[in-house]
């Protein structure tokens, strides 16, 4: 099992600076993941008039790293995988903040022996405090 402060879970570690949402970002996002929907390559009007960013949008939006400077840096670490939860549409005009915090910490053994897994749970929300969605970052120390 790898060492560290239990007191850090539930901790928010940081909260990134709202980022304004552009119908040239949605576009871009769309040409380089090669997204052929036309509810998001086109400038459709939404509920909010605005174009609709698609649901994998979501993974450009990071507020890991200060989490790491808590966390064991003399064991290799992996990642794991992650899970999103999708609640609300992200669209052109909204202001996107993200805070993350250490959310979970479990053991496991598999065939290399223990892992310790930390899960770092990321929420986005927008300009009316309304959670777009949660990120579930999972990674794995050996050891």
């Not at 980022?19 to 509920?47: H, P």
Request: net charge negative; aromatic share 10%.
């Amino acid at each position: 099992m790898v060492d560290f402060d239990r007191s850090l879970l539930g901790r928010t570690f940081k909260t990134a600076s709202p980022v304004e949402i552009t119908a040239d970002m949605i576009a871009s996002f769309c040409a380089m993941m090669e997204e052929t929907n036309s509810i998001y390559t086109k400038s459709l009007q939404g509920e909010a008039g605005s174009s609709i960013a698609p649901p994998a949008f979501v993974a450009t939006f990071r507020a890991l790293e200060d989490i790491f400077d808590y966390l064991p840096k003399h064991v290799p670490r992996l990642a794991a995988g992650m899970d999103v939860e999708f609640v609300e549409s992200i669209r052109a005009g909204d202001a996107i903040s993200i805070s993350s915090e250490l959310a979970e910490s479990y053991t496991k053994t598999g065939r290399s022996g223990m892992m310790t897994f930390f899960v770092i749970r990321s929420t986005l929300t927008n300009q009316r405090g309304d959670v777009v969605a949660r990120i579930d970052h999972r990674f794995t120390y050996r050891g």
